[in-house]
């Protein structure tokens, strides 16, 4: 399967679940679109359905929720839309907290729910960064 062979380093470390469903996203949109980041970004999008990335690895959303974590993920190709970088805009703000602190953001009790994501998202990309070192 070419998916399994491109999976990406953060899906590496996460569950097999996880990796199922960019697995198959990805090898469907190779089907249909060919090799090549298209391939990629639509494999995400699936993935960002029922998934959440915390800090180095993808997580199952809150509460098992489903449906897309970013206005990119909700839309098609065509339109375009800001990337939520896997965190779910959608999630409680008590369930961004916890992220927050699972992630060691400091200060994160005074923060708004935006103020929670953009944290979250840093906190993500360090922990990807720190990884792959």
Known sequence: MPGEQELP???ERSSEEAQRTWIKAH???VEQYG???RAHRVAYSALKHTHEKVG???ERKENRRKGP???KAARPRQQGG???EGVDEQASKQHLYDLA???GVEGRSRMSK???LEAVRKANRAGTREARS
């Open 9 to 11: 380093s953060t899906l």
């Open 114 to 116: 935006p103020d929670l």
């Open 56 to 58: 180095d690895h993808w």
């Open 69 to 71: 974590s970013d206005p």
């Open 82 to 84: 800001r990337s939520g």
């Open 27 to 29: 090898d469907s949109a």
């Open 101 to 103: 602190k699972r992630l």
């Open 35 to 37: 090799e090549g980041e």
